[in-house]
């Protein structure tokens, strides 16, 4: 177990240098940088620029180094300082834009993937075990519409239930008297009124899609002979279906945690905005089109590096529970 | 729990229950509700299993052999279910009950089964978990039914493991089933169903997955176990020979009825129902070699799909002896005399007209020779004499090797390897078939796949002389083993698997003329319809899918692929294996026919050795990656020269109940060893009852020619072995024990 875990981690060592190469390349591929924006901007307002000063930005930031030199002075500050640079649009370090938004999108990340959770398994095992039930065609249905409504369409909806029904102020995750306020249980309490609806949202696709998953995997491990098997031991069939085929139906619900983090972390931008939340979403949006390269970068990193290391957490937990896995079946 | 409830009840009901048999099925039906509509699987069963007898049930597939078994438990699964009849159980604590009337998820059904009826599957590995140890999943049911603790269970299931010759079993306990072998896995499924002290064995085709070796010692333990605690079994099975060995009473199933019961040697002395006849004389027998027998008989088509159940007597469209306007009509009455029971209109002296005679011949198991086969008899015959010993052979095999290699540890570094093949050297002369045996993982497939270059030995060479100078396939690629490969060309085992379901058969068999371009457009269509009428389809068929069509005719499509290309050598992995008997036989026929045909050498892989002796002109046998032995059929069934040829062969089981417990049987221990780390010496010494220590477990012995000349034999068919003492030792083939019958 523990070379396994040792083995994953040095793989992880490249894995996570390409994909910061990857990333920085990602940012630079669109034509022209922030100063070219800013141009057009101030064009945009009738303002001009003249051209000795755009030559100043641009040495002054360094924008007119060559790629790798440029992608050194990045990733050396944020691997040696842990510092991000330097976000050209909000004139902040991007550390401290991230460390504003980050939190709350974790916190919204495992909310949901709580919730998700905790809707799926049952449903799944519900429309799994009473196939073809109608109990098993509402759930179906159910959660084939979670898959096709879009989420901000989804949000829309919930806001204005949220509104006309519990007469609750929509949009962000605090009320306006809480929303600088220093922490309390009364700024906790209306953070988890607040939370539920992105929750929701961005739990019913994923929700969907896991039951349809457990659903088939629970399917197939139903019809495997261990458990007619198991039955003809005399267990009961509560018994038999707990600890037999789930225990194997559940592998993908772990995997899914590799995907998982990274979706919530970067698809919920258009709930976000939607709902304007103050999570990193949002952020990378406006990071990408004013071209803010460090702030964009760094999001994108972030991302990739959750996406590698959910991965990771994923393949422990199911080596943890798979033999199979842990001593390699051939 | 249960027990609790079932104890009260069994005070008052344990006195009045004396007199009934154990088991008994009254009108058993169970339907499938299908696409189709209603299938009746089962449809109105009578049976009896007395206390401590062995009843087997046989029958082709599709008979509803399982079912009936499944129905016996309330195991059908959804959409299936028991929908009329009794399932009468004489249970030690519950009284008379009626179990097809019990709630299939209820408690006094859970009772029976963890307690009273054990039952034991087809396919071991499958039927355990993967998650648990055996241990855990054999613990468990000891902690639920009989209340032990972790600890007490730990140690009973040790004992239990043991007690069904499990060795080093407190070590196994903690083995997950797939890291043990098939064979394993059926002895801890044996020592679950056993964890309750059953009073009924059920045993589903307990052995149908495993090899003959394995198969052997796995009877064995049902008839010790039935000594020891002189509990009853109902046993299902196609092979014959198995119920040879352990039956008492034989019951035979048709389409969902029994069609024919009696004692196990009331039923192969004297078989009356023509469908067991064709049973009896589709198995091809050991001690009959192919130029001794001739073609095997078979049964017309095939057992019909439930929901199409002929009228009248639903065996009549594959009956030799149906009496016209009578089978078709009506449906045979059931003729009990106490003893034995048949379903047939020629043995009911009331529904029969004068005209027909009352009864059947006795069967005579010998089958005549066609013409054919006379011929091809006669061909090999001067071909081994004279022929042939100039003509060199198609394919030689020199010194192959094929390792595969195991990683692991932190980088994954090339730790060690599977040896597979280990210097394997044969030859196969034109138009002659070579037969190739082994337990399975002795690299009998693995052998095939490396002469058809599906797989790239490691080492060696494969020396091929089609129409000119030999060519070594091992070193040939693109173009090159592309041409090559026309001509060596290969039959799958599984026929549902290897068929492409999105194809058509036109599309399966025509793709080798499309991928090598050797016809298309009308052509292509022509060369496929020709084919698929030589392997006994119609042309018609082309357009349909494989999903349509049975095994057997699956199994012809797959030889119509492998022949389009008009190959010189087929290899046929296991190309029978898969098919119930009657099918198997039609196919081995035309196997024969095609290489009378077509000119055709095979090399023909198979685990079964009957099926082996009735078709090869020699036979090779293989263990852990080495030809251990190699000759004519003939010499290797009767004089056989390595220990391990001679294990083989007294390993399978004889269909012939007269000749049970002769104690003639070798038994080879379950362990086979690890072919990533191999003993020293001569591989099998580890199994070997002759293996003389010093000596065997020394230097490796090589494949060496044998004293005995037979006449008119060239260097070429010379019989060889790879046994130290081959010389010393009397090894016992089929020969001796074959005469007793004659």
């Known amino acids: 177990m523990l070379t396994f875990i040792g083995r994953r981690l040095l793989y992880m060592v490249p894995t996570l240098i390409l994909i910061s190469i990857v990333a920085f390349a990602i940012i ?63 004139n902040r ?44 065609y509402v759930a179906t249905t159910i959660a084939f519409l979670g898959v096709a409504i879009p989420n901000f369409l989804l949000a829309l909806a919930l806001m204005y239930i949220a509104l006309t029904v519990f007469g609750q102020p929509v949009g962000g995750l605090f009320s306006d008297e809480y929303a600088s306020a220093p922490w309390s249980f009364g700024k906790f309490l209306d953070l988890l009124g607040h939370l539920w609806i992105p929750m929701v949202v961005l739990g019913t696709a994923g929700t969907a899609g896991l039951v349809r998953v457990l659903r088939a995997n629970l399917l197939d491990e139903l019809r495997k002979p261990y458990v007619v098997a198991a039955r003809a031991h005399g267990l009961t069939e509560r018994r038999i279906l707990l600890k037999y085929p789930l225990r194997v139906a559940v ?17 919920e931008i258009i709930v976000s905005q939607v709902l304007s939340l103050p999570t990193t979403g949002p952020l990378l949006l406006r990071a990408l089109r004013s071209q803010d390269m460090y702030l964009a970068g760094a999001i994108i990193l972030i991302v990739s590096v959750l996406t590698v290391v959910g991965t990771l957490l994923s393949d422990i937990l199911l080596a943890r529970l798979d033999p199979r896995v842990r001593l390699g079946a051939r | 729990m249960t027990t609790e409830s079932a104890t009260t009840m069994a005070t008052d009901a344990v006195g009045d229950h004396a007199g009934h048999p154990l088991l008994e099925l009254s009108g058993l039906h169970t339907q499938f509700a299908t696409r189709d509509g209603m299938v009746q699987a089962v449809h109105g069963v009578d049976l009896t299993v007395p206390a401590g007898k062995t009843v087997c049930i046989v029958g082709e597939s599709g008979c509803g052999k399982s079912v009936t078994a499944r129905s016996v438990l309330g195991l059908v699964d959804h959409p299936g279910h028991v929908n009329a009849g009794h399932v009468w159980w004489n249970s030690p604590t519950l009284g008379h009950v009626d179990l097809a009337a019990m709630d299939p998820k209820g408690a006094d059904i859970r009772h029976v089964r963890a307690q009273e009826i054990g039952m034991v599957f087809q396919e071991p590995i499958a039927s355990l978990s993967p998650m648990y140890t055996v241990g855990a999943q054999l613990g468990e049911m000891l902690r639920l039914h009989q209340g032990m603790t972790k600890q007490q269970a730990r140690e009973r299931a040790v004992e239990l493991l043991t007690r069904v010759g499990i060795p080093k079993a407190h070590t196994r306990v903690d083995a997950y089933p797939w890291q043990m072998s098939g064979g394993m896995c059926q002895r801890v499924m044996i020592a679950m169903a056993l964890a309750g002290d059953p009073t009924l064995l059920i045993a589903d085709e307990p052995t149908t997955a495993l090899d003959v070796t394995i198969q052997a010692r796995i009877l064995d333990l049902f008839r010790e176990l039935q000594d020891e605690t002189g509990m009853s079994v109902l046993f299902i099975t196609h092979d014959l020979g ?34 067991t006849r064709a049973l009896m004389g589709s198995i091809p027998t050991l001690g009959h070699t192919r130029r001794s027998a001739g073609r095997l008989s078979t049964i017309r088509g095939t057992v019909p799909h439930g929901a199409h159940r002929p009228t009248g007597c639903s065996f009549h469209p594959r009956c030799d002896v149906a009496v016209a306007g009578l089978c078709e009509v009506t449906a045979p009455r059931t003729l009990d005399d106490g003893a034995s029971l048949i379903e047939c209109h020629r043995w009911d002296p009331e529904a029969l007209g004068s005209e027909v005679e009352l009864g059947l011949p006795t069967l005579r198991r010998e089958a005549t020779p066609t013409t054919a086969e006379r011929a091809h008899a006669e061909n090999v015959t001067s071909a081994t004499g004279n ?25 994954n570094r090339h730790r060690a390897d599977v040896h597979a093949l280990d210097g394997v050297s044969l030859s196969i002369r034109p138009g002659e078939t070579l037969g190739l045996v082994g337990e399975s993982g002795c690299g009998k497939t693995t052998l095939g ?11 060696g060479q494969i020396l091929y002389s089609g129409s000119d100078d030999a060519v070594d396939l091992a070193g040939l690629h693109g173009g090159d083993l592309r041409s090559h490969q026309r001509e060596v060309r290969m039959i799958f085992q599984d026929p549902f698997s290897s068929l492409n379901p999105r194809m ?3 599309q399966i068999i025509g793709e080798p003329l499309v991928t090598h371009r050797v016809a298309t457009g009308s052509e292509l269509q022509d060369r496929v319809a020709q084919m698929l009428r030589r392997v006994g389809l119609s042309p018609d068929y082309m357009d349909r899918y494989p999903h349509a069509f049975s095994g057997g005719q699956r199994q012809r499509v797959n030889i119509a692929r492998a022949l389009i290309l008009e190959p010189k050598l087929v290899v046929a992995d296991e190309a029978v294996s898969a098919l119930d008997v009657s099918v198997r036989a039609q196919i081995l026929n ?36 080495k030809v251990v032995e190699v000759a004519d059929t003939q010499q290797v069934f009767d004089d056989p020269q390595h220990p391990y040829t001679e294990a083989l062969l007294s390993a399978v089981p004889i269909a012939d109940p007269a000749r049970r417990g002769e104690g003639r049987r070798i038994r080879l221990s379950d362990d086979l060893p690890d072919p990533i780390d191999r003993p020293a010496g001569c591989f099998f010494h580890t199994r070997c009852r002759h293996a003389v220590a010093g000596l065997c477990d020394g230097a490796p012995p090589a494949l060496v020619p044998t004293a005995d000349v037979v006449d008119g034999q060239d260097d070429f068919g010379r019989h060889r072995t790879a046994c130290l003492r081959h010389s010393e030792l009397e090894l016992t083939g089929i020969a001796g024990t074959q005469e007793a019958d004659r």
């Open chain 1, 28 to 90: 630079q591929l669109p034509p022209g940088d922030y100063i070219t924006t800013m141009i057009a901007q101030m064009e945009a307002d009738g303002q001009s620029m003249d051209a000795a000063t755009i030559e100043a930005l641009r040495d002054r930031y360094g924008l007119d180094q060559p790629f790798y030199v440029q992608y050194w002075t990045w990733i050396s500050n944020i691997v040696f300082h842990g510092d991000f640079g330097h976000s050209f649009q909000w």
């Open chain 2, 504 to 506: 058509t058969l036109g």
């Open chain 2, 449 to 459: 796949r490396c002469i058809v270059r599906a797989e790239d030995p490691t080492e």
């Open chain 2, 590 to 625: 035309l196997l024969q026919d095609l290489q009378d045909e077509l000119d055709l050498t095979y090399l023909f892989i198979s685990h079964d050795l009957s099926v082996v002796q009735s078709v090869c002109d020699r036979v090779a046998v293989m263990y852990l990656g």
């Open chain 2, 387 to 411: 022929n042939l010993t100039e003509s060199a052979p198609l394919l030689e095999v020199r010194e192959v090797s094929m390792r595969f290699p195991v990683r692991s540890g932190f980088l």
């Open chain 1, 251 to 267: 592998n993908p619900f772990l995997s899914t945690i590799g995907w998982v983090l990274p979706a919530l972390v970067s698809g």
């Open chain 1, 93 to 136: 370090p991007v550390g401290y834009l991230l460390g504003s938004t980050l939190p709350f999108t974790m916190l919204l990340t495992f909310s949901t993937l709580l919730f998700t959770w905790a809707i799926a398994f049952p449903i799944g095992i519900f429309s799994a075990v009473k196939q073809y039930s109608i109990g098993d």
């Open chain 2, 242 to 275: 198995v119920v040879a060995e352990i039956a008492d009473e034989v019951a035979v199933m048709y389409l969902g009825r029994v069609v024919e019961q009696g004692t196990v040697e009331e039923i192969f002395e004297n078989p009356r129902h023509p469908y």
